[in-house]
């Protein structure tokens, strides 16, 4: 009698078991390249076709924050349309995710946040970014009330 099959996860590559965060938006993984090479305008494209499709901006936005530069193409960009609403909610959320990793202070995630609030009032994102960096800096009664902001905007 032959000997057993090994068990299942052992000898499998796991490799090729990643997880990606784009989930299977391709419109979006085709923006985190460019924008990993600098070209913030395919992210611009982007967020306008997105619109005022709440769900689908956050996510997106969230995922493009991850990119490792995304705060300086933000920068650049804001450098270049200083009243863009994606690119200050862009560097926001990426002040946000570095403030989580613990590389960069809250402080200046916040008033990015806040700035990108105050250029686009309808959007619940930037409160979304707050709500994330709350919830993972801050108290239970600054993340009831930055989820009461989001719910606002978004029913």
């Known amino acids: 009698m032959p000997p057993p099959p090994p068990p299942l996860g052992r000898g499998r590559k796991r490799a090729a078991q990643t997880f990606d965060a ?3 938006d391709t419109e979006l993984v085709a ?6 090479q600098g070209r913030w305008q395919a992210v611009r494209s982007l967020l306008a076709r997105t619109g005022d499709d709440w769900d689908r901006r956050g ?4 995922v493009l924050a991850e990119e490792s530069h995304a705060a ?6 804001l450098l270049a349309e200083p009243e863009s609403a994606d690119a200050s909610l862009l560097l926001g959320m ?3 995710q570095g403030a989580l990793r613990g590389r960069d202070k809250p402080g200046p995630a916040r008033e990015a946040c806040r700035a990108a609030a105050a250029l686009a009032p309808a ?3 930037p409160w979304l970014g707050l709500l994330l960096l709350e919830r ?6 600054d993340v009831a009330r930055l989820f009461d902001k989001v719910r606002h905007r978004h029913p």
């Open 22 to 24: 784009a989930l299977d």
């Open 31 to 36: 923006a985190r390249a460019a924008l990993a």
């Open 59 to 62: 996510h997106r936005v969230t």
């Open 72 to 77: 300086a193409w933000a920068r650049e960009w």
């Open 94 to 96: 990426a002040l946000v």
């Open 123 to 125: 959007d619940p994102t």
């Open 136 to 141: 993972g800096l801050g108290g239970e009664e």
